[in-house]
């Protein structure tokens, strides 16, 4: 009986480990290859080791010694990965502009030298003397950094390594944060009002009158996101359907501007987000026992109070559920905000979309998603411990 | 009062949850260049245009091959895994089944971030092997979902029985468990070919020039220069979803129903 249940044990085991091999590969993996290029910063480390071996002992003051100068030369004669270099030298130029010029100029001169000992930096190029590039090179030596993390949120560390506030002009990531959060608490709330009274008719009604309730509810579920999108475009635009009929029966004399802005975004973002609303509360509408409801009546509750007192305790689960579920969703949304919003509606996902394959700024692109992550993860502990199928509905 | 008030919320939400779906589908068949009403006249243009023009035509074709591929690994992997978390033998399964359902939860633009940075360092950025990878992960939960559901509705009796008159684990498997999961398995398979090729935001980080799909197409369309090309492709998918959706319903309909004959007294 024993060796029964342990062969049905490893059988199962076995049908089980292909998804957690390809799971942990290629879904684990790749979140873990994002964090961590938030925190790793070898790229300058790796191509020059002997300087950062060297450059440890330099206290920041004056010209580095004679010993980190000719470990420099070592180093940029010894490298040879093109790419490496290259991206070192973007590491080191992002932190002292002018470095990118400097080593494009040193480089060459370097490896031309017969002699490695008779190199001078100094003559190839007097931006040596200057402690800003070599401070910046002894900056970049630490394998982890802190900066990306930082750098998310408008902080960054001075001279003198303590922690301080990026100038407020030259960095807006809590502004698209608060952002984010505001667009999604907007959508959010314009849900619940149009989903709860929905779900309740929908739930009241019988025959043919439910299905089409719940018929407009899946159909746009089952619709690609990306036409339904195309299709707010064209509804929303300034010669768009709307703008028409709204000059057609004289409400407005010129178009109202719907596209490119907040407004458009959260229509949009309403219309696709609403099912993931009705939907809970429509299930947990269900399951509320209709008498209670002509029970609360026959005991003398009117209609507004038996709604009142029985309905909407009753249904407020869905409701959670069904807030934080379109919530959490619509932190994370990007495609409708990049094709719906102006520059000043772009959420926190077109910024990271922007790091990565704008800029090729993974560090801060990893640094930003950590964030987002970090947010979606609470939000969905707290949805699977109140919903008790911590499923996505309509999935 | 409150009845004509409650009719008109619904049709108003009714019209607003449907008109955009219909909305856009005539402009398919447009004549003008741009993409608004009202449309001069009806012409075959933009159709032909979507499946001739060299962008177009490649990303159907694309969307196509890395939608299949994949399916297949989402459909044979999810399979395999909901039949293994079935028998409830496995330590943790509560632990896995969520491991395995995260990609729906996880915002697509963090996973395309990692999803870049690790298919770069793998060298499978830029490829189709890469992409079907990519997609895959995403389609993998669908599967799981609707296998598994279809596993719970057999009833266990049904294959006891079988096995009481003789049939070895493998012929259950095979006749019995097999056959009353396959409506499963399919609908998962279409469920993760339309997820597929709905995807657009692992596809603009994982995928090259190559392997634009018509989704992404799209979305580069709307960007940068809309018109009704797009319209055009939106038919397609539209119908293209439609059938897989019409398909999906019918199995799980089907399903229900055996489900009842076999077992009654379980619904």
Known sequence: MKAGVLRERSGALLLVLPVLVFMAVFFLWPLWAMVTAAFVDDAVSKVLPRTAASIVSWNGQGVPSEAAHKALVQDLRAATDEQALGEAVRRLNSAASGFRTLLGRTIPAVKAASDPAQVDLLAIDPRWKDTRFWMALKEAMPPYTDRNILAAVDMKRDASGSIVLEAADASAHRLIMLRTLLVAAMVTIACAVIGLPYAMLAASLTGWKRSVLLLAVVLPLWTSLLVRTAAWFILLQNEGLINRALQAIGLIDSPLPLIFNRLGVVIAMTHVLLPFMVLPIYSVILGIPRNLMSAAQSMGAGPVRAFWRVLLPLSLPGLLSGSLLVFMVAIGYYITPALLGGANDQMISSVIAFYATGTANWGLAGALGLMLLGVTTVLYTIYGRFSTSPQVPGA | ?267
């Open chain 2, 1 to 267: 009062m409150f009845r004509a008030i409650q009719i008109t919320f619904g049709i108003a939400i009714v019209v607003f949850l449907l008109m955009p779906i219909f909305a856009i589908l005539p402009l398919a068949f447009t004549s003008s260049v741009f993409l608004n009403y009202p449309i001069p006249a009806y012409s075959m243009r933009w159709m032909h245009e979507l499946t001739t023009a060299d962008v177009w035509r490649t990303s159907i074709v694309n969307s196509l091959i890395i939608g299949s591929g994949a399916t297949v690994f989402a459909t044979v992997l999810g399979t395999l895994a909901s039949l293994g978390m079935r028998s409830g033998t496995l330590p943790m399964v509560g632990l896995l089944r969520t491991l395995f359902l995260l990609p729906m939860v996880v915002p697509a633009v963090v996973l395309g971030v990692g999803m870049q940075i690790f298919l770069v360092r793998l060298g499978l950025a830029s490829t189709y092997l890469g992409v079907i990878i990519a997609h895959a992960v995403l389609c993998i939960p669908f599967v799981i979902v609707s296998v598994s559901a279809a596993l719970q509705g057999i009833d266990p009796s049904i294959e006891r029985a079988a096995s009481s008159l003789g049939a070895p684990p493998v012929t259950v498997f095979r006749r019995v468990t097999l056959p009353l999961a396959i409506p499963g398995v399919v609908s998962g398979a279409i469920f993760a070919f339309a997820t597929s090729l709905d995807e657009v935001v692992l596809t603009l980080f994982v995928a090259g020039p190559n392997q634009r799909t018509l989704a992404r197409q799209m979305f580069s369309s709307i960007r940068e220069n809309i018109n009704p090309t797009v319209a055009a492709a939106a038919l397609l998918l539209i119908i293209g979803t439609l059938c897989l959706g019409g398909l999906a319903t019918l199995l799980r309909w089907r399903q229900k129903r055996s489900a009842l004959e076999t077992a009654p007294s379980a619904i």
